[in-house]
């Protein structure tokens, strides 16, 4: 099964851009990355996800290396709403769907 | 919309007694998931439904049981818990199994003594 690696907790000021680092050096070609965050015990809150290319929405930006192998997420302009635990997840597709498999995440704390 | 829904919120139990989690979703999607989070841990599958009338074991389906109910609603049931249970377990639904978003309910604290 492809899994991630991501630090156990990152620090990022207020206003500046966080960029949260994720390696899946096992990814196949066919599996997706995505990013969801869980902020304060809640459930898990969808970001982004990508294939190849690098991909932007409202929320953040992913940047996939030419290789695959590793990713990072941003979020442009970090606020303390984003205070959360960032989960980078490698979607392994199987006959009857798809299954998605969570690792320890990264801890953003964002400061003031 | 309601979204996910799950209840109850909070449960303690004794170890071997029994209790039937519950999920609904007013989204009109067709798949459903089952999730466990340990403490300090991130989320494991424990069983699925892609659509109605069918479920298939996750990464952790051991002590569990399922019953997708209607397009709406899907069940966890522990027949026997065990304190190895005790976790936060969370629903979540998309459109369909290849959807790419989940929805995630707000979870059910479940602790086994």
């Known amino acids: 099964d492809a899994k991630t690696t991501q630090p156990t907790s990152m620090d990022c000021a207020e206003g500046r851009a966080a960029n949260l680092p994720c390696n899946h050096s096992?990814?196949?070609?066919?599996?997706?990355v995505y990013w969801y965050r869980q902020i304060h015990s809640q459930g898990p809150q969808y970001i982004i996800h990508?294939?190849?290319n690098n991909e932007t929405n409202e929320m953040a930006s992913l940047i996939i290396t030419e290789d695959r192998k590793s990713s990072t997420l941003i979020l442009p302009h970090a606020t303390l709403r984003d205070t959360a635990v960032y989960y980078c997840i490698v979607r392994v597709p199987a006959n009857t769907g798809n299954q998605f498999y969570f690792g320890t995440g990264t801890s953003l704390t964002v400061i003031p | 919309n309601a979204g996910v829904t799950q209840t109850p919120k909070f449960q303690v139990l004794k170890t071997g007694q029994s209790m039937t989690l519950q999920c609904a979703q007013d989204m009109n999607h067709n798949s459903m998931y089952w999730y466990r989070q340990d403490p300090g841990m991130g989320l494991r599958l424990i069983y699925y439904?892609?659509?109605?009338?069918?479920?298939d074991k996750g990464e952790v389906p051991n002590g569990y049981n399922v019953s997708r109910l209607n397009k709406r609603e899907f069940s966890l049931r522990l027949e026997s818990a065990a304190p190895s249970q005790t976790s936060v377990y969370f629903c979540?639904?998309?459109?369909?199994?290849?959807?790419?978003?989940?929805?995630f309910g707000p979870g059910t604290r479940l602790t086994v003594l």
């Open positions: 439904s892609a659509s109605e009338g069918t479920t």
């Open positions: 990508g294939l190849k």
């Open positions: 979540a639904s998309n459109l369909d199994r290849f959807y790419n978003e989940q929805f």
């Open positions: 096992t990814i196949s070609g066919n599996e997706y």
